[in-house]
């Protein structure tokens, strides 16, 4: 069994993109309300007298767009300086992020995932939900800034739908070959958006790896992350290429996380809500941290079974939610 130390921690619900494959068009979003998500506290609260004493010491920060919560540099401030804090990382769309990158790095955030699904300004718009309004240009002075005030690694995530995208896939790859960046490429998942671009389905990453491999060849990387991703690299490339396969190459017996919703829920796995638990509620209502430290031991035990549960069901998990509420 991996040892169960990285907490993703969805800040918030919302988002400023409305991308198809978290947010399809139509879909009906209720936004928590402010009082309903985990103020500062409790989340410092929650860390530090439950997580980090259980084992936990990576974290990464996502939403919704993290970049939208208040107060969102003070926060990366308190977790990055709890000294058990191994690693702080986040997952951003970048749209926010360049006036904010120094700031962020200055207060101790070190890693950041950003999402590029496209090259093109036209088919990025079509796929994040802005047509009309152009926002490629934005993302990518993010991406920028981010490079130039130092984010090591700087990882650009890439969700690769067919007949949309994937004619680029050796355009992105290529942007790792004199750039110290980290391209990740990842299989689309159909959580509430089964639908969504009907017979298309989905790529293999090991299609995408044969493709990459006939234009210049690929090798594995010795850089491994905390993550799923299997790590290549173009031949003499300065960056890494990531292929995350959770379609095609089930990954949850090597799962080392869980997930905290922007609302307080504990969830052991993306795909399978068995045995979470309401911190938040427990947490307002009294609960001695003693006694929610028991129940995320209990938990953490039952995840391999969880786990295995889910790598041998041959679905794609028991979520009704999209990706954007689930805080993936």
């Known amino acids: 069994m991996n040892q169960v130390d990285y907490l993703r921690i969805s800040l918030i619900d919302r988002c400023n993109f409305r991308c198809q494959y978290c947010m399809p068009e139509g879909a009906e979003l209720d936004y928590l309300l402010r009082q309903q998500l985990l103020t500062d506290e409790e989340l410092l609260t929650l860390l530090n007298e439950v997580f980090i004493p259980v084992g936990f010491t990576r974290f990464r920060l996502t ?34 992020l360049a006036p904010m990158a120094q700031n962020l790095y200055d207060a101790g955030l070190r890693r950041i995932n950003i999402s590029l699904d496209s090259l093109d300004s036209e088919i990025f718009d079509n796929i994040s939900g802005n047509r009309g309004r ?13 490079h ?27 942007l790792t070959i004199d750039r110290q960046w980290h391209v990740r490429f990842i299989e689309f998942m159909p959580i509430g958006n089964g639908d969504l671009f009907g017979d298309r389905g989905w790529l293999s990453s ?5 493709r990459i491999s006939d234009r210049w060849g690929l090798t594995e990387s010795a850089i491994r992350g905390n993550g799923p991703a299997d790590v290549f690299k173009i031949p003499g490339a300065k960056g890494t290429l990531g292929f995350i396969s959770q379609m095609s190459e089930c990954f949850c017996d090597r799962c080392n996380r869980m997930r905290l919703s922007a609302d307080g829920w504990l969830r052991p796995c993306l795909l399978n ?3 979470q638990i309401d911190l938040k509620t427990a947490l307002r209502s009294g609960v001695d941290p003693a006694e929610l430290r028991t129940q995320v031991q209990d ?9 295995y549960k889910q790598r041998n069901s041959g679905t794609t998990g028991i979520y009704t939610r999209t990706m954007s509420q689930i805080g993936g």
């Open 273 to 275: 809500e068995t045995g």
């Open 63 to 96: 939403g919704g767009e993290p970049l939208l919560r208040p107060r969102l540099v003070e926060l990366v401030r308190a977790i990055a300086s709890l000294p058990q804090t191994q690693d702080l990382s986040m997952t951003t769309n970048g749209f926010l």
């Open 206 to 210: 090991a299609e995408l790896r044969q």
């Open 299 to 307: 938990l953490l035990q039952i995840k391999p079974e969880i786990n």
């Open 134 to 146: 152009s926002r490629w240009q934005q993302v990518w002075d993010g991406i920028l800034a981010a």
């Open 148 to 174: 130039r005030v130092g984010f090591d690694p700087l990882k650009l995530n890439v969700v690769v739908i067919p007949g949309v995208n994937d004619h680029e896939i050796l355009d992105l790859a290529a």
